[in-house]
């Protein structure tokens, strides 16, 4: 049972990255799915959910517009595709799922976490 996030990595302001979460069926179990950031000093933010039956997706106010949540379900992967990065969007990314079939926006609504990928935009 365990979450494998990458695609992490240094890019400048204004590019884009792709992070992917690879999972198994059994740990997904039909839950939603989130991503979360956890900047230097700061605590962990939920960014974006997603319903694992459904695809519907939701996001916060900050990422709103710039990031997109996808899942393949063939796959029982998550993806996270950011763009127009900014240095304010330097952090360790996670993939987590949810306690249930909805995405919470806190991180005690996630019970299974993977070890993280970091992103780092500056130039």
């Known amino acids: 049972v365990q979450l494998v996030e990458s695609g992490g990595g240094l890019v400048q302001p204004g590019s884009s990255l792709r992070l992917s979460c690879a999972a198994s069926a059994r740990t997904i179990n039909n839950n939603a799915m989130g991503w979360f950031r956890q900047a230097p000093g700061k605590e962990r933010e939920w960014l974006a959910g997603?319903?694992?039956?459904?695809?519907?997706?939701y996001y916060t106010d900050s990422v709103m517009g710039r990031f997109s949540i996808s899942r393949d379900n063939a796959k029982n992967m998550v993806h996270l595709q950011m763009n127009s990065l900014n240095p304010e969007d330097t952090g360790v990314y996670y993939c987590?799922?949810?306690?249930?079939?909805?995405?919470?926006?806190?991180?005690?609504?996630?019970?299974?976490w993977g070890q993280g990928t970091q992103v780092t935009v500056s130039s």
């Open positions: 987590a799922r949810s306690r249930s079939i909805g995405p919470y926006t806190g991180a005690q609504g996630y019970d299974i």
């Open positions: 997603i319903t694992w039956v459904d695809g519907r997706t």
